[in-house]
């Protein structure tokens, strides 16, 4: 009897290790992911798109996943600034791509609910654009600060 309840003991006690164990592993190897959320405003006739937040500062290994949330206008996110410095920081990328004759990353047009995202793997200060379809005066801008 004692055999059985050593056995029961032991295994209860390497569960609780195994479980411990591994929600460590989780939190120190968690990466930080930044949403910025895109959304638009109108005054009359005039669009504007607004950026919340417009200035983020994020540690390396982190990501920036860009998230519309425009009604009816498709939106850019282009990264014409510092592109050397972003080729070489950008590691993963979903929904950018280097624009064809320009150094820049960017994306196609977001509809409504889409999202892009990229991952900084080294300090640095990174300037985004973002514009709307057939509308070429509606821009912003943002900073991504990554330290």
Excluded: H
């Amino acid at each position: 009897m004692n055999m059985k309840k050593f056995f029961i003991t032991s295994m209860g006690i390497l569960v609780m290790f195994s479980v411990v164990l591994f929600l460590v592993q989780g939190l120190v190897f968690a990466e930080t992911c930044q949403i910025v959320k895109i959304t638009a405003e109108k005054t009359g006739s005039v669009s504007r798109i607004v950026v919340t937040p417009d200035k983020i500062t994020v540690p390396p290994d982190s990501c920036v996943v860009f998230m519309n949330w425009v009604r009816k206008d498709k939106v850019r996110v282009s990264f014409r600034d510092n592109v050397k410095e972003c080729k070489l920081t950008a590691d993963t990328s979903a929904g950018f791509g280097l624009a064809v004759g320009e150094e820049c990353y960017l994306t196609d047009y977001l509809t409504r609910g889409k999202t892009a995202s990229m991952y900084f793997a080294n300090p640095g200060v990174y300037k985004y654009t973002l514009d709307m379809e057939g509308q070429p005066s509606v821009k912003t801008e943002g900073v991504i600060e990554v330290k």
